[in-house]
């Protein structure tokens, strides 16, 4: 091994080989990771900004949407860097910095998995049980969930990238690597506790979600073949619509979660693994383009804040819905 390929020169009996050129290494993957960093934060802060300020945006379902900027928001504050540092050569900060940051960003992304599950139970909630949602679902169970989320995430996270002993014939970790070493059964754990155990419990509820919707759009055709020009009791047209914006978060998500897990079903280090790893953290830059898109108040709370609006006396109290 030469010694211009280490990690340390000066310690070339433990050192790691510096990793082979990638497409992140030149100019045009340098430029598209920065801006994706960027682009992350930047949205995130502007919709973290727009529910913590506006009163009228502090409804339940939008204290969901604040929890799950949170963890978009450190992505792209602490898990993208660290990415960008990794893909950049060897890492130099130490085998506790390492722990750390595999802790981290292990635990944001299962929070912002365990916060899409709860926008899924909210939007059944408000959509199959109308009349009890406004009883039931208020902003102190919501937060009470979101705490909780986040606590089983640190405890999840703490249990899968805790350090195991190594193995007979299995390679010692060498100065200049940062990677997270679980054995077999942690990742079929972290498969199914945080992929396919919540993808099937948000199709599921997406499932009667969109049942519902399909029955009430029937009993509304009804009425108004009948000459009547009420509404049916039950949900809301924005209940539906912040429902039909919610199941395209979550084909984001699968589209982007999936390629990840493919490579770890695979269980060996393909071409492409560190792509899809970008993919995976890719999601928390697409959910705020996604709230742009389809969410009115969001566009308009953007607009009060890029106009320094929100400075002037009273803005709390500004109109967005």
């Known amino acids: 091994m030469e010694r211009g390929e280490l990690c340390f020169p000066q310690a070339a009996n433990l050192s790691c080989r510096k990793p082979p050129p990638g497409w992140s290494q030149g100019v045009p993957g340098s430029l598209a990771l920065y801006l994706t960093c960027a682009l992350t934060v930047l949205l995130n802060l502007l919709l973290i900004t727009s529910i913590s300020h506006f009163r009228q945006l502090r409804t339940p379902t939008n204290l969901l949407l604040l929890s799950l900027a949170v963890c978009d928001l450190l992505v792209g504050l602490l898990v993208w860097p660290g990415e960008i540092r990794l893909k950049a050569g060897c890492w130099p900060h130490g085998a506790a910095a390492c722990a750390l940051y595999n802790l981290l960003s292990f635990a944001v992304t299962s929070a912002s998995v365990g916060n899409m599950v709860l926008l899924s139970a909210d939007r059944y909630a408000a959509v199959c049980r109308p009349l009890r949602y406004r009883l039931h679902v208020t902003a102190r169970r919501i937060r009470l969930c979101v705490c909780l989320c986040w606590l089983c995430s640190l405890l999840l996270s703490s249990v899968l990238t805790a350090e195991r002993p190594a193995r007979p014939g299995e390679r010692a970790p060498c100065y200049g690597e940062c990677a997270i070493r679980m054995g077999r059964a942690a990742s079929v754990s972290d498969l199914l506790l945080t992929f396919v155990l919540p993808l099937g419990v948000m199709a599921a509820l997406h499932g009667r979600v969109f049942a519902a919707a399909a029955a009430q759009a029937r009993a509304l055709r009804s009425r108004v073949a009948g000459g009547r020009r009420s509404l049916p009791t039950g949900a809301k047209k924005s209940e539906l619509k912040a429902a039909r914006t919610l199941g395209i978060l979550v084909l984001v998500f699968l589209a982007c979660f999936c390629p990840y897990y493919?490579?770890?079903?695979?269980?060996?280090?393909?071409?492409?693994?560190?792509?899809?790893?970008?993919?995976?953290?890719?999601?928390?830059?697409?959910?705020?383009?996604?709230?742009?898109?389809?969410?009115?108040?969001?566009?308009?709370?953007?607009?009060?804040?890029?106009?320094?609006?929100?400075?002037?006396?009273?803005?709390?109290?500004?109109?967005?819905l």
């Open 262 to 320: 493919c490579v770890t079903l695979a269980a060996g280090d393909w071409p492409g693994a560190s792509l899809a790893l970008d993919v995976y953290y890719l999601n928390s830059c697409l959910n705020p383009l996604i709230y742009a898109r389809f969410y009115p108040w969001f566009r308009r709370a953007v607009k009060h804040v890029v106009t320094l609006r929100v400075l002037r006396p009273g803005s709390r109290r500004a109109r967005l």
